[in-house]
């Protein structure tokens, strides 16, 4: 088995590290490709560190600025290093365009491919997350990816059922296995208890809300960005509760243009290292976020959380009571923070129990010993058919 791992962002490296961990210990021949999407060492390499995952073996250096040359310059080189590394599968994770780019790479290498045996598997994991909005680039990036790819890992049956609707269920490897982020949140939780992020911020445990904010749809938009911070500002005031706003290096650009006046309850740092967030989630009041993992995160935890989006491709978090999408309406953020208040959420295990990757790894090698029956059946038969017809030459001549 030799499989490549293309990565890049802090949520594919999080959620990829406990795979990667497994095929390191069971001595798998894996090669990671760094697209460099997130160049940034914050947003990237200190996730490397923390998690123990390997260096890089190849770093494609496209421009993360430039949607276009970053895609270009992705596919290209990932598909050179594919030709090279001849792999069994390629693997991505989620709807980032590092993601996209790998599997239109791996893609365009099996077209160049006549013998099925050398084309490349590409696998898909966090499959059939639907927003059934098109005007986010995500929701694009994944209806493509699950299109391309062999293998689907799906985290739910809800998930399970947009692929259903889509009849992308046909002629692909299909497992409904859960989120690898319930394998991280497992092994990293107990390492919060040490953690002295909160003594640093000077807060107290359940007296404070924590946000983030980076999507384009909510923070492009100058007025509709500056019109958040400020309802931010108001609902601090409101509940009397600081407001902490890690802010993601796209979101701290658009926050030096608004002329935003000294803020009382709003405050903003810098981002964080994995275990200060995860620290600061599991003991804040409520969570604001415009994020997509960090729904299934607070559901994780057994924390409430304000989606500040129209539509969310966790519709699940939803549908169990943990997560309240809002929209960019005041009213109904302030409506969803009143409900979360007082309730006590039960931390969810509707997106795995901490054994994902576990998961994923068998089912990678069930398919390696299918494709092996196969492609022995193949061969068997390709023989019988060729002794048939020499048999005819002969008893015929």
């Known amino acids: 088995m030799k499989i490549c791992i293309v990565l890049s962002t802090r949520p594919e490296i999080i959620k990829l590290s406990s795979l990667i961990k497994i095929f390191k210990k069971k001595k798998i021949n894996f090669s990671l490709i760094n697209t460099n999407q997130h160049y940034l060492k914050i947003m990237s390499s200190v996730f490397f560190k923390f998690f123990n995952v390997p260096k890089p073996k190849y770093n494609v250096m496209a421009l993360a600025n430039n949607y276009k040359l970053f895609f270009s310059k992705a596919i290209v080189e990932i598909e050179k290093i594919l030709i090279k590394e001849k792999p069994n599968y390629l693997i991505v994770q989620g709807d980032t365009n590092t993601a996209l780019s790998g599997c239109f790479a791996a893609s365009i290498f099996n077209k160049k491919k006549i013998n099925k045996l050398n084309k490349i598997n590409i696998v898909h994991v966090e499959s059939g997350l639907r927003s059934f909005n098109e005007k986010m680039p995500e929701e694009v990036n994944r209806k493509i990816i699950d299109q391309l790819s062999n293998t689907l890992f799906v985290p739910t049956t809800y998930d399970l059922n947009n692929l259903r609707n889509e009849k992308l269920i046909h002629n692909k490897y299909i497992y409904k296995v859960g989120n690898t982020i319930s394998d991280v949140i497992k092994s990293k939780k107990s390492l919060t208890k040490k953690n002295k992020i909160l003594k640093k911020l000077k807060l107290k445990k359940k007296d404070y809300f924590l946000t983030t904010l980076h999507r ?16 931010f500002e108001k609902i601090g005031e409101k509940f009397s509760k600081k407001i902490i706003f890690p802010v ?5 650009k658009i926050i030096k243009r608004l002329n935003i006046n000294k803020l009382k309850f709003v405050k903003f740092i810098k981002p964080l290292e994995f275990l200060d967030f995860l620290n600061l989630m599991n003991n804040c009041k409520i969570v604001l976020t415009d994020s997509g993992g960090i729904q299934e995160e607070t559901s994780l935890l057994g924390i409430p959380c304000v989606t500040i989006r129209t539509k969310t491709e966790r519709q699940i978090t939803v549908k169990m009571g943990t997560n309240i999408v809002t929209g960019y309406n005041y009213k109904k953020i302030l409506n969803a923070i009143s409900f979360f208040e007082n309730k006590k959420l039960k931390p969810s295990k509707v997106f795995g129990n901490g054994n994902v990757a576990k998961e994923i790894f068998k089912n990678l090698k069930k398919i390696k010993n299918k494709e092996i029956k196969k492609q022995n ?6 023989s019988f058919i060729f002794k048939h017809k020499l048999n005819k030459f002969f008893h015929f001549t």
């Not at 384009?216 to 309802?231: R, T």
């Not at 993601?248 to 701290?252: D, F, G, V």
């Not at 059946?377 to 390709?382: A, L, P």
Request: glycine residues 0%.
């Open 377 to 382: 059946f193949s061969n068997y038969t390709k």
């Open 216 to 231: 384009p749809e909510s923070i492009d938009n100058l007025k509709n960005c500056k019109k958040l911070i400020l309802y």
């Open 248 to 252: 993601h290096p796209r979101t701290a």
